[in-house]
Nanobody
Framework: QVQLVESGGGLVQAGGSLRLSCAAS????????MGWFRQAPGKEREFVAA????????YYADSVKGRFTISRDNAKNTVYLQMNSLKPEDTAVYYC???????????WGQGTQVTVSS
């Protein structure tokens, strides 16, 4: 089992920045990748970014490319999402997720609210 705890959400003005953190504990050695998803009110959960646990490969949704950066600190078992140039449409609950194999997200955090005001 892997446990995920997100932090770093909050309220920010459009154009501002936030950094989300996701601390993983448990059987982290078994992970293939970690990622971030988000869900806005009335919308389905959508993929934001992902990073392989044992390489530098990263993946982004088109809507956040060039603005968001995903990174990890293996020593701390923590993944970060640096969000710059935030827009009101980035407002959502952001969830951290972990995968044991490709394209299968097995573990989820509780979510952290990000609100971008115009």
């Amino acid at each position: 089992q892997v446990q995920l705890v997100e932090s770093g959400g909050g309220l920010v003005q459009a154009g501002g920045s936030l950094r989300l953190s996701c601390a993983a504990s448990g059987r982290t050695f078994s992970l293939y990748a970690m990622g971030w998803f988000r869900q806005a009110p009335g919308k389905e959960r959508e993929f934001v970014a992902a990073i392989r646990w044992s390489s530098d490969s990263t993946y982004y949704a088109d809507s956040v490319k060039g603005r968001f950066t995903i990174s990890r600190d293996n020593a701390k078992n923590t993944v970060y999402l640096q969000m710059n140039s935030l827009k009101p449409e980035d407002t959502a609950v952001y969830y951290c997720a972990a995968a044991k194999i490709a394209a299968t997200w097995d573990y989820w955090g509780q979510g952290t609210q990000v609100t971008v005001s115009s």
